[in-house]
């Protein structure tokens, strides 16, 4: 069968150069989009009176069979088929005859190829709403149960403050709160359509694009032609969205890779999500969090590849926009693998009480010390000084903080007695921060309620 293009070109494409120009093999998954998209359209092209009731009727019916082959893994990709458009457009013709050569009147598949695209995207958006929020609420669940543990809190990696283990795990929550809020933003703006933009002038036919819109479940029309066929911001962004997922959960997996380093132990990994060595039997490795570490970068390349390819093509389609699509489906595959491995890890961990416990040390309630010299009325520039004098005392006796007596105290500052003491409990100190976003017993069950109500919720 000859191309869709054919008319003006003499002999064959090279091989080499057919090679290089098809798409079917990466835009094959756009089968389902394009036959809707070509069902809708073939109703746009009644009313605008191109194809009489029964000519529309043929082609509706003629692309429900290419859809079932396709469906049923019977489709048959042919040589010549350099895209599922073409694909798609060849079988029909087919199956019904001449008539189908009707279907591609005033339409491009430069504005065809973006609406597929989209169309893809608003399905996948779904999926991805659902599993954004099983993560969610796996960590909250996970709060929920162990708000009684506190463990050490770290900057710089350096032991700094105690806080609840719920505290620690409800962070990754509000991440993953903004990427599910900036999955609804994006999805506003996949939710344009450019079916009508032709190759990039627009359509000479009477097409009622709005109605098009309606019957494809767009809520608005693009309003430029020329933007409209070249548009990929929203492929662009979706990227953005999946890196930064990426990023909150390669960070979730960094925290989580040397919690449960046995060395530390605060958390120990279901079987189910780790994998052992070939060599050492005693190995558990955290391999689940270290691909979603790895994929990360592969999400960041992917981003970064897309923005590059864009930066500088002249208005309108060109071929180079074809390259949008590996990276975009690459993505999708991996993180939709992802999400769920994370999911089940997070629901089956189990924290190791005694081990935090153990990893909490009287040092880590140094600024506690200082709070109290500032209840007694010492600025807080001064009580820090004063509380790094009885540290430096500590560690040159070799001993911990607590073990300091209120006379030793006392050589250091006046202000200090007895009730100093009272200092030294890690209970008290995540207590004492109980103003909302802070680790009180209390503070973290207003984060566990707020989160709960606002999980799948387009906030
Ligand atoms: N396979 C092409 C793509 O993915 C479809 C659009 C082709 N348009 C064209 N003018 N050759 O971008």
């Known amino acids: 069968m000859s191309k869709l293009w054919g008319g003006r070109f003499e002999g064959d494409t090279d091989p080499f150069m057919a090679r290089l120009n098809n798409s079917i093999g990466f835009d094959a998954r756009l089968w389902q989009a394009d036959i809707l998209g070509s069902q809708a359209y073939a ?8 194809l009489s009731a029964d000519e529309r009727d043929q082609i509706v019916r003629g692309l429900d069979r290419v859809h079932a082959e396709w469906a049923s893994d019977r489709f048959e990709i042919k040589e010549a088929d350099e895209d599922i458009h073409t694909a798609v457009e060849r079988r029909l013709t087919e199956l019904i005859g001449p008539v189908a050569g009707k279907l591609h009147t005033g339409r491009s598949r430069n504005d065809q190829v973006t609406t597929d695209l989209r169309l893809y995207m608003l399905d996948v958006i779904g999926g991805f709403e ?12 996970a709060a929920d149960r162990h708000i009684d543990l506190i463990m050490p809190g770290y900057t710089h990696l350096q032991p700094a403050q105690p806080v609840r283990f719920s505290h620690w795990l409800m962070s990754f929550y509000w991440m993953l709160q903004r990427d599910w809020a900036r999955l609804q933003d994006l999805r506003r703006r996949v939710d344009v359509l450019p079916l009508g933009a032709g190759a990039l002038a627009g359509t000479p036919l009477n097409i009622d694009r709005r109605a098009l819109a309606q019957r494809l ?3 608005k029309v693009s309003m430029n032609s020329m933007d409209a066929v070249s548009n990929r911001d929203s492929v662009a962004e979706f990227l953005f969205w999946a890196a930064m997922v990426g990023v909150h959960l390669s960070r979730l997996s960094e925290d989580i890779i040397l919690f449960s380093n046995p060395n530390l132990g605060f958390i120990t990994l279901a079987d189910a999500y780790t994998t052992g060595s070939s060599l050492m039997p005693q190995k558990k490795n955290p391999d689940a969090f270290e691909l979603a570490r790895g994929k990360t970068g592969r999400f960041i390349g992917h981003l970064t590849g897309v923005l590059t390819m864009l930066k500088g093509l002249p208005s309108t389609y060109n071929k180079d926009l074809q390259e949008d699509k590996e990276p975009l489906f690459d993505t999708i595959d991996n993180l939709q693998m992802l999400l769920p491995v994370i999911t089940g890890a997070i629901a089956t961990l189990s924290p190791n009480a005694d081990r935090m416990a153990a990893a909490l040390d009287d040092f880590m309630l140094a600024t506690d010390l200082a709070d109290w010299l500032v209840a007694r009325g010492i600025p807080f520039r001064q009580s820090h000084h004063i509380v790094g004098e009885v540290v430096r005392e500590a560690e040159q006796r070799g001993c911990s903080l607590r073990d300091l007596d209120p006379a030793t105290l006392r050589l250091i500052h006046p202000a200090f007695d007895a009730d100093a003491l009272r ?8 207590e004492q921060r109980s103003a909302t976003g802070g680790t009180s017993r209390s503070a973290v069950q207003e984060q566990i309620v707020a989160a709960r109500n606002l999980i799948g919720v387009d906030k």
Do not use: K, P, T
């Open 423 to 430: 200092v030294w409990d890690f209970e008290r100190s995540v």
């Open 217 to 219: 479940g767009f809520s």
């Open 130 to 141: 659902m599993q954004l929020s099983e993560l969610q609420l796996a960590i909250v669940d």
């Open 43 to 50: 109703e746009s092209l009644h009313e605008a009176g191109i």
